[in-house]
């Protein structure tokens, strides 16, 4: 039987390690590329970051006006001014202030310009334009900061692959990423990722394609594309970060495509093992089962499982500072989590382990945070997760972060 993580209080405190001086990383210079292999946590004791167990506010509320309320949020970014974007299923665009109130909306269903059928994770630029995927119709509408609409592109790509909006450069040059895989036993294999920087004009349809920056060999699971990008990330300040599906390892590459820096974490994970994968299956197939919606042949499920891509990050995303925030791929109890009903005598950890880069590279710790709850946007002081509230309805709960100099 699994038992809860110990030594990390959920949403509240960092897992740093041990309280002695840590063990300096290894820095060298690999063809031409900086290569930062981490060992031990560079935070010292008394000096980690830590996110606040309480929220400082929330956005959304369970009853009320209709742009208050909520319904599957899709992703949240920061305008210029202190107000906050929320991406909402409800196929809107919602503006709230920085005590949560909502402001303003704009966006709508439909399949005219910027209208959505599938609304993605929106990017902002530095002009307060706004750039939002639609997942379905597989385009991108641009907004100024007003809300209106500027122009609307589709993300069209040569060739096979799987087509993403990851970001934009402070500028407001898109960034598409494009994955390629190839179904396999007993899982499917990305044989690689690549990201297009595109310039726009203004207004216009027109499109000016930048450069291309490819990352050889990625190998992550298929499942890992669920959302809005495929283990990358997009810094506002000219950077494309890319994670490994091999192992736990950041790749930072310039608007030309050169690789930068490589960032890796060596540490032993929790071991996987044939009773993990057995019960998995039983509870994979059990939660099809129970919902009378076909049941998956066997070794379908066994591509879904954990051990396909473990252990590797698979999720990243950039704060304003230039940090780096990693979500390691959270092994059994995370996998299974979604079947955890059909389980009902196992203890599972409710929590992922998040680590931390500094700009450079270097590892300065975790935070353990609760899979409900994986953060969304780092900005200043705040960390905004996607979570719901008591009664179930949507929410985004802001938490004060607590950087000790």
């Known amino acids: 039987m699994r038992k809860p993580l110990a030594g990390c209080v959920l949403l509240a405190s960092a897992c740093s390690g041990s309280a002695v001086l840590p063990r300096e990383p290894t820095i060298e210079l690999i063809d031409g590329v900086r290569t930062v292999t ?40 920061a305008l210029p001014s202190s107000e906050t974007l929320v991406a909402d299923g409800s196929k809107q665009l ?21 209208e959505f059928n599938e609304i993605g994770v929106p990017y902002v630029a530095d002009d307060g334009s706004v750039a939002v995927p639609d997942w379905r119709t597989r385009k991108v509408a641009v907004f100024d900061s007003a809300g209106d609409c500027l122009v609307e592109h589709s993300l069209q790509h040569a060739g096979e692959g799987m087509t993403d909006l990851a970001g934009r450069l402070g500028g407001g040059d898109l960034v598409l990423t494009n994955a390629q895989w190839a179904w396999g036993t007993p899982r499917a294999e990305i044989s690689w990722v690549e990201a297009d920087i595109l310039s726009i004009a203004p207004g216009s349809p ?34 494309v970060y890319f994670t490994d599906g091999e192992d736990y390892t950041i790749t930072r590459y310039d608007t030309t495509g050169r690789l930068e820096v490589r960032m890796r974490l060596v540490i032993q994970p929790e071991p996987i093992t044939d009773d993990d994968i057995a019960t998995y299956r039983r509870a994979a197939l059990s939660w099809h089962e129970r919902r009378r919606s076909p049941r998956p042949p066997v070794e379908i499920v066994d591509s879904w499982h954990y051990a396909s891509s473990y252990p590797a990050y698979r999720t990243i995303l ?13 092994g059994f109890d995370e996998w299974i989590w979604h079947f955890r009903d059909e389980l009902p005598d196992l203890e599972l950890a409710a929590s992922n382990t998040w680590d931390i880069y500094a700009p450079d590279g270097v590892w300065l710790g975790s935070l353990l945070l609760s899979y409900d709850r994986s953060p969304r946007l ?28």
């Open 94 to 114: 919602r503006v709230f202030d920085d005590r949560g109130r909502f402001i303003r909306a704009f966006g709508r269903p439909g399949d005219g310009p910027c």
């Open 206 to 239: 027109d499109v000016t394609h930048l450069s291309r920056v490819r990352q050889l060999e990625w190998n992550g699971a298929f499942e890992n594309l669920k959302g809005a990008s495929f283990g990358s990330a997009v810094a506002r300040g000219a950077n």
């Open 38 to 77: 981490n060992h031990e946590p560079a935070w010292p004791a008394g000096k980690e970051w830590r996110i606040s167990h309480t929220p400082l506010l929330e956005i959304g509320v369970d009853e009320g006006a209709a742009g208050e309320m909520l319904t599957r949020p899709r992703g949240v970014a």
């Open 378 to 405: 780092v900005r200043g002081n705040r960390v905004y997760f996607i979570g719901e509230s008591e009664a179930g309805e949507a929410r985004i709960f802001v938490h004060e972060l607590s950087r000790p100099s």
């Open 318 to 330: 950039i704060d304003e500072l230039g940090h780096v925030w990693a979500a390691r791929q959270g």
